[in-house]
């Protein structure tokens, strides 16, 4: 079990369910009276039944076969950028409603989770924190899903508002600029109140969004906060605004009724979460809609696509622009200190510290991106040709190293000292050597390479008298 969590994996993970359920029951009929059903010793065969019925995903783990091999070399470097952003003191609590100016601002948490079910959290991780604006990229995914992309767009954009994000604006069209603003995402819950399984009540309507939600966060910790609802309410005055607006322009589909409209809209930015279950959440928009721990298919792989556009372009308020070009990953923010962050075909990351900057986003969580996409080549443009030589946690420890020696080696046997030029120059050790402690200048020696070997002795001053084996 411990070689398990090493790769990522979690005991409670649903697809190890069997596994656990054998283990306590060889436990139980052992009539053991100490240790526990994870440390007991099994004999081979025993064993083999245990695990017979998930040994697709154990053989995976322990093959490195996850999307992240080295996941505790990965996870050290998640820990440095924890403790590296928990100094950032700046920033201030969100205090439009009591219950979010009560928060405490030395809450911090980040969460993990990637397309294989690799899971690591640290810090405030179990503390349930509401969602608020990071619903409605889900709000949003659950319209795509049921009414299609066409339909959800006649009544609102895809654009960048360019103004803050509650304010009294449409487009040029008289719609909501896109579904990430507060009038886009009121418009958005009008259209699932309305459009989507229209003979539901209230109640029905939430209990069914809810359990959408549950299963994007693969059945993880998700509540609601009564009192945030209430008070999000009786602080509601621009966001009735907004609503009453777009009714004078018409931008609602017909037989809304905004009062319940409205009331869905607050009770979807109430509902609670903690940093591990939104992690799976980003992790199933990472998957292309498949949650990662169920392997249940939530969204299809279009309205996720859609998601992360303008999760991309419009998520992080007026700091979307910035956040595009400095991080250059969907993510979206919400007032209460939360983030969703999509690293697409990787992981999701859900990070949660209340105090915002002056845009609205928390600190310590575009803080903790920036630093992520300093050291992993995980920014939209970091693959292009010639780019800098950032990590590539996706790449097993040894495989970036051996494919450097196999062409710094064909370079040498083959005489092109054009290449081995460039590999010297991109800062390569011109002394490496294949199993056999072969090097550069056996082969090129051997193959009477003479402009190779002149080089690698004159410019290179790689040492003359090494032994192959």
Not at 180 to 200: D, H, Q, R, W
Not at 269 to 298: F, H, Q, R, W, Y
Request: aromatic share 10%.
């Amino acid at each position: 079990m411990e070689a398990l969590r090493s790769t990522g994996l979690r005991k409670n993970d649903p697809r190890l369910n069997e596994l656990m359920d054998n283990l306590r029951e060889i436990h139980r009929n052992s009539n053991s009276d100490g240790g526990s059903p994870e440390t007991q010793k099994l004999d081979r065969d025993t064993f083999r039944s245990v695990i017979s019925a998930n040994i697709v995903l154990i053989s995976r783990a322990f093959r490195h076969q996850f999307i992240i091999p080295d996941f505790q070399g990965f996870t050290k470097h998640i820990e440095d950028f924890y403790w590296k952003c928990k100094s950032n003191t700046e920033g201030k609590v969100a205090s439009y409603i009591p219950q979010l100016a009560r928060m405490n601002p030395d809450y911090w948490g980040v969460s993990v989770c990637t397309i294989d079910g690799q899971r690591f959290s640290i810090g405030d991780i179990s503390i349930p924190f509401t969602l608020q604006s990071c619903s409605k990229p889900l709000t949003y995914g659950i319209a795509l899903e049921m009414l299609g992309s066409d339909v959800v767009h006649q009544y609102v954009g895809q654009e960048p508002s360019g103004r803050n994000f509650n304010e009294l604006v449409l487009d040029h069209n008289k719609k909501p600029h896109n579904p990430m603003i507060n009038a886009g995402a009121i418009l958005v819950c009008s259209l699932l109140k309305t459009l989507v399984k229209p003979e539901m009540t209230l109640a029905e309507k939430f209990d069914f969004t809810m359990n959408y939600f549950k299963r994007m966060a693969g059945g993880e910790n998700l509540g609601f906060n009564n009192a945030v609802f209430l008070s999000e309410r009786e602080a509601a005055d621009r966001n009735y605004a907004l609503g009453f607006y777009m009714r004078e322009h018409k931008c609602y589909p017909e037989k809304t009724n905004l009062r319940e409209c409205m009331d869905f809209y607050f009770q979807c930015c109430s509902m609670e979460a903690n940093c591990d279950s939104m992690a799976v959440m980003a992790a199933t928009l990472a998957n292309g809609g498949i949650c990662p721990i169920t392997e249940e298919k939530v969204l299809t792989p279009d309205s996720v696509r859609d998601v992360l556009s303008l999760m991309h372009s419009c998520g992080m308020y007026d700091y979307s622009g910035q956040f595009a070009f400095k991080v250059g990953l969907p993510a979206k923010s919400g007032v209460c200190g939360g983030m969703l962050v999509v690293i697409p075909n990787v992981m999701g990351i859900c990070s949660w510290s209340p105090p915002l900057d002056h845009m609205g986003n928390s600190c310590r969580g575009v803080q903790f991106c920036e630093e992520i996409v300093k050291e992993f080549n995980f920014h939209r443009y970091d693959n292009l040709k010639h780019a800098t030589n950032k990590k590539d946690p996706r790449r097993h420890k040894y495989e970036t190293k051996g494919l450097s020696i196999v062409n710094l080696l064909f370079s040498a046997a083959s005489g092109d000292v054009t290449a081995m030029r460039r590999h010297r120059l991109s800062g390569m050790d011109m002394t490496l050597s294949d199993y056999d402690g072969r090097t550069a200048l056996h082969l090129a020696a051997a193959e009477g390479h003479f402009d190779c070997v002149e080089f690698l002795l004159e410019h290179c001053r790689v040492p003359h008298n090494c032994k192959d084996r």
